[in-house]
Structures are given as structure tokens and as C-alpha cells.
């Protein structure tokens, strides 16, 4: 697996919807890589913090969404 390939689907690893081989291809290439790592580690800790935030929100779903996608947007101009 390619670096771009990792930040292609640093999400959906996290949302732990990755098939189990490319789960093992993302997690090997984590250990090779410390800028991947990196990278995927900052992911987390910005989704655990959105994700903390927008569960005390007392918005509409619909507005969530929106959110979530511009955050999506910013940390995958990071990457
Ligand atoms: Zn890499």
C-alpha cells in the first residue's frame, strides 16, 4: 500500500469499515511509515474531538452532516 493510498482511506479505517486485508495493508503501513502514522493519529484525535463536540450540539442532524463534511474537507487538505 502507497502512501496515497493510506490517505485515500485513513477515514474509512477509522470508521472501521475496512475490509480486513486492507485494514492488516493500512495498519503495516502505518509501522513503516511515521508520516502516515502521524497523519493518521492527528485523524483520530480530530474526529474524537468533533465527534465530542457535535454530541453535547443540540443541532439538527441535517446541519451535523454538513459540518462533518466541511471538517472532512479541511483535515483532508492536512493530509
Ligand atoms: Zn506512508
Known amino acids: ?9 485513513a477515514y474509512f479505517f477509522l470508521d472501521g469499515t475496512l475490509g480486513e486485508q486492507k485494514k492488516n495493508d493500512f495498519s503495516a503501513h502505518l509501522n513503516l511509515c511515521p508520516e502516515c502514522e502521524a497523519r493518521t493519529k492527528l485523524h483520530r484525535r480530530l474526529r474524537i474531538f468533533v ?29
Open 1 to 9: 500500500m502507497l502512501c496515497d493510498d493510506v490517505k485515500r482511506i
Open 51 to 79: 465527534r465530542n463536540r457535535l454530541a453535547r450540539l443540540t443541532a439538527p442532524d441535517r446541519f451535523k452532516q454538513r459540518l462533518m463534511r466541511t471538517l472532512r474537507a479541511v483535515a483532508a487538505e492536512w493530509s
